[in-house]
């Protein structure tokens, strides 16, 4: 596991490899071992031999019946070479036992090299023990899908602002618009309920199809956000456990620096049909709920720095990094509920656990399925015709 790159590595190809590099090795050792054995069984057959031999002369000597001095003398030898023979003997079902093991470990080598055969012949193309990392860099995804990059992946970027390149998520559509991936919910792999440091520097695995979950980082978004003085936009993009698919719009987005703890700001809400979940929403649980609910303006928060407008500590109970008021209407990063239904009951964890909420789409007690956070700049989100086209760019995505 590596944390920039997700679950990538080690590949059936690797183990191949690995297989392939120490075969020869092994082999090699067996066949001495054998060749040593050979060595030992001649050995014992001329042992073998010597012993017929003096057996029989001990024999023919017993034979001629003559109470000689010799007989006596090969009498006490003849014992000396059964003895010797029981030593062979066994020594023999020594070798033999061996020579089994040899056989065994021979055919669990043929197993072996047969399944690093197979694992060679799926690897054919060259083997990839990390992810692909498209070579095209920019200083966002859009400007990289001008320079001719027309496939969603990893790409580097480095806005004016930034010290140094890092790695994003580009969603590059066949209109040429390049989405750089700010955030991204879709299985509950990845638990969101993190500190400051790990949100100002991003946590989760980034991947090159999109089947991982992430934060890209505070530290990032604010540099993507503000290194231009174009209008950026955030789209939002919303799955329930319906499949049903919903987007809302914000232009003008902006993320502080760490001074002002990553403030969210943003111009308008541009569109959308999920509904705008950023200015509030009134839960009938007080007149100023809508007031207290909005998100312009609200500095971030987690549960470690609260900067929230609550008496409490609305990222502690909620178990989230996010821009709370007090505490929020819309939460994306908010606890991962299976099935989406939850209850007061069920979100006790952290005091308080809140689903990932949008709440002029779905009331409180829902939690969505999918989420993508992603921007863009506000002279290409029309591409390709209007509104209309960012809901068939909608539409063509999750749900998978
Ligand atoms: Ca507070």
């Known amino acids: 596991m590596n944390d920039g790159f997700g679950k990538y590595c080690p590949t059936t190809c690797g183990v191949a490899d690995y297989m392939f590099r120490y075969l020869p090795g092994v082999d090699e050792d067996l066949t001495w071992m054998q060749n040593e054995l050979e060595t030992i069984a001649n050995l014992t057959q001329g042992a073998d031999e010597t012993i017929t031999y003096m057996k029989d002369s001990a024999t023919a000597a ?88 027309t496939t969603s992946g990893l790409y580097y970027v480095k806005p004016a602002k930034a010290e140094g390149q890092f790695l994003v998520y580009c969603e590059i559509d066949a209109f040429g618009r390049g989405f750089t991936v700010i955030q991204r919910r879709r299985d509950g792999s990845v638990d969101f309920f993190k500190d400051w440091i790990q949100y100002k520097e991003g946590f989760g695995y980034l991947s090159p199809d999109d089947t991982t979950e992430f934060w890209l980082g505070n530290e990032k978004i604010h540099l993507l956000t503000t290194s231009s003085t174009l209008p950026t936009v955030l789209r939002i993009e919303l799955v329930d456990w319906e499949g049903n698919k919903r987007y809302a719009d914000y232009n003008m987005f902006r993320i502080g620096s760490e001074a002002d703890m990553y403030r969210l700001t943003y111009g308008y809400y541009f569109g959308g049909d999920a509904g705008d979940a950023f200015d509030g929403y009134d839960f009938g649980d007080d007149p100023s709920d809508k007031f207290f609910t909005s998100h312009n303006g609200m500095q971030f928060s987690t549960s470690d720095k609260d900067n929230d407008k609550y008496e409490g500590n609305c990222a502690q109970q909620d178990g989230s990094g996010w821009w709370m008021n007090k505490c929020h209407a819309a939460h994306l990063n908010g606890k991962y509920y299976q099935g989406g239904r939850y209850t007061e009951k069920d979100a006790g964890e952290h005091g308080f656990d809140n689903g990932i909420i949008w709440v002029t789409w779905h009331n409180r007690w829902y939690s969505l399925k999918e989420t993508t956070m992603k921007i863009i700049p506000l002279s290409r989100i029309a591409a390709g015709g209007g509104q209309q086209a960012g809901v068939k760019q909608f539409g063509g995505l999750g749900g998978v």
């Open 62 to 149: 017993q034979k001629s019946s003559q109470p000689d001095p010799y007989y006596k003398k090969s009498s006490s030898m003849l014992d000396d070479v059964l003895r010797f023979e029981k030593t062979i003997i066994a020594q023999e079902e020594q070798m033999i036992e061996l020579q089994n093991l040899i056989s065994a470990n021979e055919r669990r080598m043929g197993d072996l090299r047969k399944l690093a055969l197979q694992l060679q012949q799926k690897c054919n193309e060259p083997c990839r023990d990390t992810v692909q990392i498209q070579p095209i860099t920019g200083t966002d995804c859009q400007d990289i899908a001008n320079k001719g990059a």
